[in-house]
């Protein structure tokens, strides 16, 4: 099976400078690779996906990740946080020929300070 | 309509109770999941129904029952449950098993075990 590592567990950032946040996943196959962010006491919400093609993927709220194959990376970046990017930011993956079985990364909490 | 709907949102019993724990999508999604996440933790996956059948069960113990009574509904009976089953409980659904889909998640049932 798959496995994910988030390499921090919790970034703290000033509002309006840049994040990123490290995502890095074990494969011997392809896979897909995935961004979720969790809100407090909310579900889920899809920031962006990698299936194929072009490495830089862009979601929503500004966020982009860049897929790295050699690295087997998958970092988060956005060049300006808001305050109300405060939030807990899940990587996740999924074996391309066993898509329904998805593994999550331990999460990184981003705390957008003023 | 991209929502997953869970209910109840918050739900507190104690260990003789049973009790279900309901979720419903109606964007005609044919794959849908249950995870448990435990506080500051990831999803573990639980269990994956695709086209209504059960396709993946993480070892789950039998006091978690799942039920697919149609493709829209996917129910989890819970019985005599322990307190170390406390935690949020997150429905998803996505189009189709074993394809690059993105899956939807429920806001979640907040579940404490007395």
């Known amino acids: 099976a798959q496995s994910v590592t988030q390499l921090d567990s919790q970034v703290p950032v000033f509002e309006e400078a840049p994040v990123e946040l490290r995502c890095n996943y074990s494969s011997s196959v392809s896979v897909y690779l995935f961004w979720y962010v969790q809100y407090p006491n909310q579900g889920l919400q899809l920031l962006l996906k990698y299936l194929s093609g072009s490495t830089l993927v862009k979601g929503i709220n500004g966020f982009e990740a860049e897929f790295n194959k050699s690295q087997t990376s998958f970092h988060l970046r956005k060049p300006s946080v808001h305050i109300s990017d405060t939030a807990e930011y899940f990587c996740?993956?999924?074996?391309?020929?066993?898509?329904?079985?998805?593994?999550f990364g331990a999460g990184t909490r981003l705390t957008v300070k003023p | 309509d991209t929502e997953v709907t869970q209910t109840p949102k918050h739900l507190v019993m104690g260990m003789t109770n049973k009790k279900s724990l309901k979720c419903e999508q109606h964007?005609?999604?044919?794959?849908m999941y249950w995870y448990k996440q435990k506080a500051k933790k990831p999803p573990e996956l639980m269990f994956v129904?695709?086209?209504?059948?059960?396709?993946i069960n993480e070892s789950v113990p039998s006091r978690f029952s799942p039920e697919c009574p149609n493709s829209s509904l996917l129910n989890l009976h819970l019985h005599a449950l322990q307190p170390e089953d406390s935690a949020l409980y997150l429905c998803?659904?996505?189009?189709?098993?074993?394809?690059?889909?993105?899956?939807?998640f429920g806001p979640g049932t907040r579940l404490t075990v007395l």
């Open positions: 996740a993956v999924s074996d391309r020929y066993n898509n329904n079985d998805m593994r």
């Open positions: 964007m005609g999604h044919r794959a």
């Open positions: 998803a659904s996505s189009q189709d098993a074993g394809l690059s889909d993105t899956q939807y």
């Open positions: 129904y695709s086209y209504e059948k059960l396709s």
